[in-house]
């Protein structure tokens, strides 16, 4: 299964890197469509990046019931061929309402990471499942990192190119799928599609029946907003706490983002063969408590920059946890579960931003103490709440964990 594992990896990959692909020139595209200042470009791509949360967080248990349904395989080969389709629209949109629906068109064909992920559970071995998961993530920080890089580069020859290279890549990855994607949704674990559970909340209700569940998603939710204080506000902390510039922010970033691929992608297997899974959970989130809390007191820049590779260590949360959610569903509700987790990130995607920057607003603004760090110390509260809910969830489990 190496070539169908290194076609999901590379889907997953081509996601992240497409939406940093196109980061860089936004703000110019965005003015050449519309006119009008930075300030309100930031305006409008605040819009269309929420457009695109919104869509993740409706199609995900969509497309994962469809998965269930019909297979892994036409749900995945389609979307990326939409998703390629997508980028072209958007290379020659003339308007921002073209911009828009490109962005509300690219959310839905996104949400397909649900379904990469119900791959791997399919193809994955009980004890294989977090090291697996891993790689996603570590697949996800690849493109995360590399893909800005590109777009900055690739802006160079105008505002539509990273549009253009974005549609080639999709179009490359459906060929290797189309060619090496085998279908793994079978009729013993093929599940009826029903609309009642094909939307978040039917999504979130049916999984959440299962024993223990329903607090390790709410985990899942509470883990996101945590973790989403870096994109959020890091920039904006970066500049006040330590006086760095967009190239410090970025490289700092890109440090962060290489740690997360290394940890899950080559680290994610030993870790959880010496601790296990539950473990695992537990250690990665004390970890992250520690680094929120650090970076919430630190104020020399090149010791953040340190405890930004003690943070990484923290990533093994997700992949484990997956796993864990993933040996309690059944066989016929992998798509299902991995649609509610894409929902769920999404969800929490769109409320981290808005929550994080108030917070930060409220610290550094008026006659208060200025305090930077406060978003990373809301973080750190709700990261020990991620504690006490995967313990009420061990309680209540049927599965060991």
């Known amino acids: 299964m190496r070539l169908p594992l290194l076609f999901i990896l590379a889907t997953v990959c081509i996601d992240a890197m497409g939406i940093g692909l196109i980061l860089p020139v936004m703000p110019d595209l965005i003015r050449e469509v519309r006119g009008g200042t930075l300030g309100s470009a930031a305006v409008w791509g ?20 469809l998965s269930d349904r019909f297979g892994r395989r036409p749900v995945l080969l389609v979307s990326l061929a939409v998703m390629a389709a997508d980028y072209v629209v958007m290379a020659l949109a003339g308007t921002i309402w073209w911009l828009l629906a490109g962005r509300i068109v690219g959310g839905i064909t ?29 697949a996800f920080g690849l493109g995360f990192v590399v893909g800005p890089v590109i777009g900055g580069l690739l802006g160079a020859w105008g505002t539509r190119a990273p549009f253009w290279a974005a549609a080639a890549l999709a179009g490359c990855n459906v060929t290797l799928g189309w060619l090496v994607m085998p279908e793994t949704v ?16 039917g999504a979130f209700r049916q999984i959440g029946m299962l024993p223990g569940l329903a607090p ?40 962060y983002g290489i740690s997360i691929a290394v940890v899950q ?61 993933s040996r309690t569903a059944a066989d016929d509700q992998q798509g299902e579960l991995q649609g509610a987790l894409t929902a ?50 061990r309680r209540r489990a049927t599965v060991a964990f």
């Open 46 to 65: 605040g819009v269309l990046a929420t457009a695109f949360a919104v869509m993740q967080f409706g199609f995900g248990p969509l497309l994962g019931a």
């Open 110 to 138: 996104a949400a397909t990471q649900g379904t990469a992920a119900a791959f791997i559970a399919d193809i994955s071995r009980p004890e294989e499942k977090a090291r697996n998961f891993g790689l996603i993530g570590a």
């Open 186 to 201: 079978t009729d013993r674990i093929r599940r009826p599609f029903r609309w009642a559970r094909a939307n978040p909340v």
């Open 216 to 255: 390790l998603l709410w985990m899942v939710f509470v883990y996101g907003v945590a973790f989403f204080v870096y994109p959020a506000v890091w920039a904006y902390y970066g500049q006040a706490q330590f006086g760095w510039g967009p190239g410090m922010v970025g490289l700092s970033l890109g440090l």
């Open 265 to 325: 992608g080559l680290l994610m297997g030993p870790i959880v063969a010496r601790l296990g899974e539950a473990r695992a959970v537990i250690w990665g989130l004390w970890v992250e408590i520690a680094a929120f809390l650090i970076l919430f007191a630190v104020t020399d820049g090149r010791v953040a920059l340190g405890f930004i590779l003690l943070a990484s260590f923290g990533s093994v949360v997700m992949p484990a946890l997956q796993a864990i959610l």
């Open 344 to 393: 769920i990130n999404a969800l929490a995607s769109i409320v981290a931003p808005l929550l994080m920057t108030q917070i930060f607003f409220a610290f550094t603004t008026g006659p208060g103490p200025t305090l930077p760090g406060a978003p990373f110390l809301l973080s750190a509260l709700l990261t020990t709440g991620c504690i006490a809910l995967f313990a009420l969830s």
